[in-house]
């Protein structure tokens, strides 16, 4: 018997079980349901937008939509926690910083990705409209620029 592993849904299974606190219910035995125009987005300075589905992002394991503006690039940079991707609209691309170039790899919509906690990567939105994805990440946000 052979068995076929998709990587998608054992993503959204994680993220629902390995996440603590929930942002936007008190109650764990209830429904949530947040169409787009209730989600709460909050840019950065370098125009990421961050919109909390579920935990604290500065403090522990968090889910959330992640909005990058079309034409981003970011620097090179680690982070100190796994983070899982599903990219919702647009095209993005993730490289290991001293990757071969040839092997960037253009994700569209319904693509996931995952960036281990530790390695030191580019990420870019390359399409003409700007990138949403959803984002787990199994530890708290940072961003620590490294050197090229």
Same mark, same amino acid.
């Given at each position: 018997m052979t068995f076929h592993i998709n990587p998608i849904r054992i993503f959204i299974a994680l993220s629902f079980c390995l996440t603590t606190t929930p942002v936007l219910a008190a109650d764990d035995s209830q429904i949530?349901?947040?169409?787009?125009?209730?989600?709460?987005? @909050?840019?950065?300075? @370098?125009?990421v937008g961050f919109?909390?589905?579920?935990?604290?992002?500065?403090? @522990?394991?968090?889910?959330?939509?992640?909005?990058?503006?079309?034409?981003?690039?970011?620097?090179?940079?680690?982070?100190?926690?796994t983070m899982y991707g599903m990219v919702?609209?647009?095209?993005?691309?993730?490289?290991?910083?001293g990757a071969d170039p040839d092997t960037e790899m253009a994700l569209p919509a319904g693509s996931?990705?995952?960036?281990?906690?530790?390695?030191?990567?580019?990420?870019?939105?390359?399409?003409?409209?700007?990138c949403i994805t959803f984002l787990y990440q199994d530890g708290k946000f940072d961003f620590v620029p490294v050197s090229q």
């Amino acid at each position: 018997m052979t068995f076929h592993i998709n990587p998608i849904r054992i993503f959204i299974a994680l993220s629902f079980c390995l996440t603590t606190t929930p942002v936007l219910a008190a109650d764990d035995s209830q429904i949530i349901n947040l169409p787009p125009s209730l989600q709460h987005w @909050e840019t950065t300075r @370098e125009g990421v937008g961050f919109a909390p589905l579920q935990g604290d992002r500065f403090a @522990e394991a968090y889910m959330a939509m992640v909005h990058l503006p079309a034409g981003l690039i970011s620097p090179a940079h680690v982070k100190s926690a796994t983070m899982y991707g599903m990219v919702i609209s647009g095209t993005i691309t993730n490289i290991a910083l001293g990757a071969d170039p040839d092997t960037e790899m253009a994700l569209p919509a319904g693509s996931f990705y995952k960036i281990p906690a530790g390695l030191a990567h580019i990420s870019k939105c390359i399409s003409d409209v700007d990138c949403i994805t959803f984002l787990y990440q199994d530890g708290k946000f940072d961003f620590v620029p490294v050197s090229q």
